[in-house]
């Protein structure tokens, strides 16, 4: 693409991610408390910090499938807030439910099977989107952020929460070694699936640089898009507005 990385071709990529999580989506909680050391957590409270949802908003979670984000944004919504979760992958969905309906958590919830590259939302119904390590598995990434820039109300906004390249000195090698040698072996440890987390670690290394995204977000029409790194880059959020 002109954004110059890599894509697996389509109808290979929407197959290969749509059996990547359902057959993760059993073990998938407990990976990624693994994987991250539990690090995870705290990368999605600071989202939803940053994301500031308030009392009676409507907000959309997309590719939400394991219903983190809606736990943690739930209270701060209420009352008569609308939280949708929207996930591709029925399987992940199910995750979701279970955990929110576990936590007394359903109440305003809905949950939608859909693809975020074609959302079954009006223009202009959300005041905040959510999506947390979700677009580096879409086949087209900007697609999606076209799509987020829809649905969004004037003045709502927007966080991305995705795996981005390590900044510190040092940190590349070391992360390095965790990805390729550290992870897939715990995959097939614990979830009998090297090729899946293989494939995870494939994707983080593919997926755009902070500024490259920056620059998709704002192609996507998105404003003021500003970028906050965590653990040294290897996550970022970028968080954009519609204007
Ligand atoms: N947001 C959750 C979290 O942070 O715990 C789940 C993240 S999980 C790594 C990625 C999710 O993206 C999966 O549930 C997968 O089904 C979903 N996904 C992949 N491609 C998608 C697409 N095109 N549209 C919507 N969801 C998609």
Not at 125 to 144: C, K, Q, W, Y
Not at 200 to 225: H, K, N
């Amino acid at each position: 693409t002109h954004f110059g990385y890599q894509e697996v071709p389509e109808p290979e990529k929407e197959t290969r991610v749509r059996r990547v999580f359902s057959s993760v989506a059993g073990s998938y909680d407990l990976m990624n408390d693994l994987m991250s050391l539990g690090i995870h957590r705290l990368w999605k409270r600071f989202t939803v910090d940053l994301a500031r949802p308030r009392p009676g908003q409507a907000v959309l979670d997309l590719a939400g499938g394991t219903g983190d984000l809606a736990a943690l944004m739930y209270r701060r919504v209420q009352p008569h807030g609308r939280i949708v979760v929207s996930d591709i992958n029925p399987d992940m969905l199910a995750v979701g439910e279970k955990r929110l309906a576990d936590k007394g958590m359903l109440a305003g919830v809905e949950f939608v099977e859909a693809n975020a590259e074609e959302l079954p939302f009006p223009d202009r119904s959300f005041d905040l989107v959510t999506l947390a390590f979700g677009i580096r598995n879409m086949t087209h990434p900007e697609r999606a952020l076209r799509e987020i820039h829809r649905v969004l109300k004037t003045g709502g906004r927007v966080l991305v929460l995705e795996f981005s390249h390590p900044r510190w000195p040092g940190l590349q090698s070391l992360y390095d070694l965790y990805s390729f040698n550290i992870l897939p072996r715990l995959g097939e440890l614990i979830a009998k699936d090297r090729e899946s987390y293989q494939y995870l670690v494939e994707s983080i290394r593919r997926f755009p640089d902070q500024e490259t995204f920056r620059a998709m977000m704002e192609e996507a029409g998105l404003a003021r898009v500003d970028v906050h790194n965590l653990s040294g880059g290897i996550v970022a959020i970028h968080r954009g507005f519609r204007f």
